[in-house]
């Protein structure tokens, strides 16, 4: 070891808020050793970091659905194999319930009705009557939240399946979309287009499918509330009018046409499994492919089947006490950001960073995905989040392991400096028009495609955000591209998307606290003239919603209020305000002496943070997520830059 401060001893924490600005200042380096070393400690032999990313109960929820598709009832009796799982998938939603009956989709969040309809419907199969007091009271909250008429169209698509739901006041997902001319299906985010190629074929394979002999949801149903879509205007009449079409077709069209949609859609998705662990690494499409494959009457005993359930039973957490499914893992993201925050934390030439380095080089892709769509003449390089997801490396990723490798330094330079070059040439080529960056494509904003009726998941797009756009930036210019024109329209980007108030929207993290200090990053890094009145505002409105002890925290409420929604300070969102401060030259300012003085205080004696917030975003409004490193990487960094 090469820190000095390992060997000091912290202040008690009972003092600390009392010390001088200079005093805290000395508590810092004992602080980062501590973190530090609890860095470490989490990190697997390969030189990888990867700690747990879960969700809301949804996912036990679609599970049990799940497992009503793969093991029909006889009868009225339903006695699936997996029955113990769904009792223990049952057990962990029950452990969630609000109050008030209901479930949220984040912590600290009100019920929502959608998360609420799918776990009484889980729990219901699961064996509790519906006059049981946990069913009674969902049911209360389902009703008062609007019933099942509410529910977002995936959640009426998964009911129709097994006639829980009207077929035809659902969405249709034709198979013949994998059909269309001038490549349509790329105008969708890479997430959507993997969730419902799989969705078209279940769709339209499912006619045999059944809930177990008198199962019914009719009891969620709220009087005098029609089951149809809701009403629409404008451009939304236009494809509710070809939803009816559609639902023409699958009654009256060619079969011909019909059965080579499907072949096409199974080709489709069977492609897309290869170099991957599981359809698109994601839950929602890794459930449609199995589903997909069983409604195509793949045998139980084929590769692609036995592979699919694999992949998507890796991301179970299932202990003697815990019950829970990833979305997917993160391997990728937590590794560099945890390199990254090493290294700006002081820590140079430890074996232990070589090994993080020659691991994110092994997990370079190398194949051309869905981005070559819109990029056929660049060369394929970047990486993804998960282990294995060579059709969608993505952008933020590949920016955060650039950064990353600045500090950690492998053990083959020369490969090192190739893959760099490579990675960087693909950031600049998936640049979009507007100057900005998205997550895995690039011009994908076609926004007419939010208008289709199942476009309630928030997602349809992968428009170009600021949070990725600042990153990219400060990740080019760290790399001595600041003259490049590329930063030069990222700047103007970042320009044109401040808010009014002077804070940034944060598409993948909660939310304004996170896209503003990484658009400051970003412009701080270009040293861009034209910034600095931009990033003062910024750094004023970070001041203005500090909380009163010190710390920062916002709600996902934010995204739904579109404006800032105060939450109880947290860890992750403390440190990034502070590196927002600090890249706005505001590293001394009282609000970010009081943010360090918290995070110290907050810190655990072996040098780890506690946090329950929910500070990740799946898709605004619909689906969070909790990084359980959030809480120990981030503020480390913050730490870094203030000793």
């Given at each position: 070891?090469?820190?000095?401060?390992?060997?000091?001893?912290?202040?008690?924490?009972?003092?600390?808020?009392?010390?001088?600005?200079?005093?805290?200042?000395?508590?810092?380096?004992?602080?980062?050793?501590?973190?530090?070393?609890?860095?470490?400690?989490?990190?697997?032999?390969?030189?990888?970091?990867?700690?747990?990313?879960?969700?809301?109960?949804?996912?036990?929820?679609?599970?049990?659905?799940?497992?009503?598709?793969?093991?029909?009832?006889?009868?009225?009796?339903?006695?699936?194999?997996?029955?113990?799982?769904?009792?223990?998938?049952?057990?962990?939603?029950?452990?969630?319930?609000?109050?008030?009956?209901?479930?949220?989709?984040?912590?600290?969040?009100?019920?929502?009705?959608?998360?609420?309809?799918?776990?009484?419907?889980?729990?219901?199969?699961?064996?509790?009557?519906?006059?049981?007091?946990?069913?009674?009271?969902?049911?209360?909250?389902?009703?008062?939240?609007?019933?099942?008429?509410?529910?977002?169209?995936?959640?009426?698509?998964?009911?129709?399946?097994?006639?829980?739901?009207?077929?035809?006041?659902?969405?249709?997902?034709?198979?013949?979309?994998?059909?269309?001319?001038?490549?349509?299906?790329?105008?969708?985010?890479?997430?959507?287009?993997?969730?419902?190629?799989?969705?078209?074929?279940?769709?339209?394979?499912?006619?045999?499918?059944?809930?177990?002999?008198?199962?019914?949801?009719?009891?969620?149903?709220?009087?005098?509330?029609?089951?149809?879509?809701?009403?629409?205007?404008?451009?939304?009449?236009?494809?509710?009018?070809?939803?009816?079409?559609?639902?023409?077709?699958?009654?009256?069209?060619?079969?011909?046409?019909?059965?080579?949609?499907?072949?096409?859609?199974?080709?489709?998705?069977?492609?897309?499994?290869?170099?991957?662990?599981?359809?698109?690494?994601?839950?929602?499409?890794?459930?449609?492919?199995?589903?997909?494959?069983?409604?195509?009457?793949?045998?139980?005993?084929?590769?692609?089947?036995?592979?699919?359930?694999?992949?998507?039973?890796?991301?179970?957490?299932?202990?003697?006490?815990?019950?829970?499914?990833?979305?997917?893992?993160?391997?990728?993201?937590?590794?560099?950001?945890?390199?990254?925050?090493?290294?700006?934390?002081?820590?140079?030439?430890?074996?232990?960073?070589?090994?993080?380095?020659?691991?994110?080089?092994?997990?370079?892709?190398?194949?051309?995905?869905?981005?070559?769509?819109?990029?056929?003449?660049?060369?394929?390089?970047?990486?993804?989040?998960?282990?294995?997801?060579e059709f969608y490396p993505d952008i933020d990723d590949t920016a955060m392991v650039l950064l990353a490798l600045m500090h950690a330094k492998a053990s083959n330079p020369s490969a090192q400096a190739t893959t760099e070059r490579r990675a960087i040439n693909w950031l600049l080529a998936m640049q979009s028009d507007d100057g900005g960056w998205a997550a895995f494509d690039v011009n994908n904003n076609w926004a007419v495609l939010n208008q289709v009726p199942f476009a309630d998941h928030n997602a349809m797009l992968d428009p170009t955000c600021p949070d990725i756009t600042g990153r990219v930036l400060e990740c080019l210019c760290r790399r001595g591209l600041a003259s490049h024109d590329a930063v030069r329209r990222g700047v103007a980007y970042l320009l044109g998307s401040q808010e009014k108030d002077g804070?940034?929207?944060?598409?993948?993290?909660?939310?304004?606290?996170?896209?503003?200090?990484?658009?400051?990053?970003?412009?701080?890094?270009?040293?861009?003239?034209?910034?600095?009145?931009?990033?003062?505002?910024?750094?004023?409105?970070?001041?203005?919603?500090?909380?009163?002890?010190?710390?920062?925290?916002?709600?996902?409420?934010?995204?739904?209020?579109?404006?800032?929604?105060?939450?109880?300070?947290?860890?992750?969102?403390?440190?990034?305000?502070?590196?927002?401060?600090?890249?706005?030259?505001?590293?001394?300012?009282?609000?970010?002496?009081?943010?360090?003085?918290?995070?110290?205080?907050?810190?655990?004696?072996?040098?780890?943070?506690?946090?329950?917030?929910?500070?990740?975003?799946?898709?605004?409004?619909?689906?969070?997520?909790?990084?359980?490193?959030?809480?120990?990487?981030?503020?480390?960094?913050?730490?870094?830059?203030?000793?």
């Open positions: 070891m090469s820190y000095k401060w390992f060997q000091s001893s912290p202040a008690p924490a009972a003092h600390r808020a009392e010390r001088e600005p200079s005093a805290v200042r000395n508590e810092v380096a004992p602080g980062i050793g501590r973190a530090a070393e609890h860095l470490f400690s989490l990190q697997a032999p390969d030189g990888y970091w990867c700690c747990e990313l879960t969700a809301d109960t949804t996912l036990e929820s679609d599970y049990i659905l799940l497992q009503l598709w793969l093991h029909q009832p006889q009868g009225q009796e339903w006695n699936p194999p997996s029955q113990g799982r769904i009792e223990r998938a049952a057990r962990s939603i029950l452990d969630r319930q609000l109050p008030d009956g209901g479930f949220n989709i984040y912590s600290g969040g009100p019920a929502e009705v959608s998360a609420t309809v799918k776990a009484y419907c889980a729990l219901k199969l699961a064996g509790y009557q519906a006059d049981s007091e946990p069913l009674r009271r969902a049911r209360e909250r389902i009703l008062a939240l609007g019933g099942l008429q509410a529910a977002n169209s995936y959640v009426k698509i998964n009911l129709s399946l097994f006639g829980l739901y009207p077929r035809k006041h659902v969405p249709s997902v034709p198979p013949e979309i994998v059909l269309l001319p001038g490549n349509v299906l790329y105008e969708m985010s890479s997430w959507t287009r993997s969730i419902l190629v799989p969705l078209s074929i279940v769709q339209a394979r499912a006619s045999n499918r059944r809930a177990p002999a008198g199962f019914t949801l009719d009891e969620l149903i709220l009087p005098g509330v029609s089951l149809k879509f809701p009403k629409r205007t404008g451009l939304s009449i236009l494809f509710h009018h070809l939803d009816r079409v559609f639902k023409v077709w699958e009654k009256r069209g060619s079969e011909r046409i019909r059965a080579a949609a499907i072949r096409e859609a199974e080709r489709w998705i069977l492609e897309r499994t290869r170099f991957t662990e599981g359809l698109g690494a994601i839950y929602p499409a890794m459930m449609y492919f199995i589903m997909a494959l069983d409604a195509m009457n793949y045998q139980p005993d084929q590769p692609d089947l036995v592979d699919a359930i694999r992949h998507f039973e890796s991301l179970l957490f299932e202990t003697d006490d815990r019950f829970l499914f990833q979305p997917c893992v993160s391997p990728i993201w937590d590794t560099a950001i945890s390199a990254y925050a090493l290294g700006e934390a002081g820590v140079k030439d430890d074996e232990r960073m070589t090994r993080a380095a020659d691991w994110l080089i092994s997990k370079e892709v190398r194949r051309k995905g869905d981005w070559s769509i819109k990029r056929p003449d660049t060369e394929p390089s970047g990486w993804a989040f998960e282990f294995a997801n804070s940034w929207y944060g598409r993948w993290g909660v939310n304004y606290v996170y896209g503003t200090f990484l658009a400051i990053r970003g412009l701080a890094a270009t040293g861009s003239p034209d910034a600095r009145e931009a990033i003062q505002r910024a750094a004023t409105w970070l001041r203005s919603v500090q909380n009163a002890d010190g710390g920062w925290g916002e709600s996902c409420a934010s995204y739904n209020s579109e404006r800032f929604v105060p939450a109880p300070s947290c860890p992750s969102q403390t440190a990034w305000a502070i590196l927002g401060l600090r890249a706005a030259g505001e590293s001394q300012c009282a609000a970010a002496r009081r943010g360090l003085r918290r995070l110290l205080d907050w810190q655990n004696p072996d040098g780890s943070w506690s946090e329950e917030a929910t500070t990740g975003t799946g898709f605004p409004n619909v689906f969070y997520l909790t990084y359980g490193m959030y809480r120990d990487y981030f503020p480390l960094l913050a730490l870094a830059g203030m000793a």
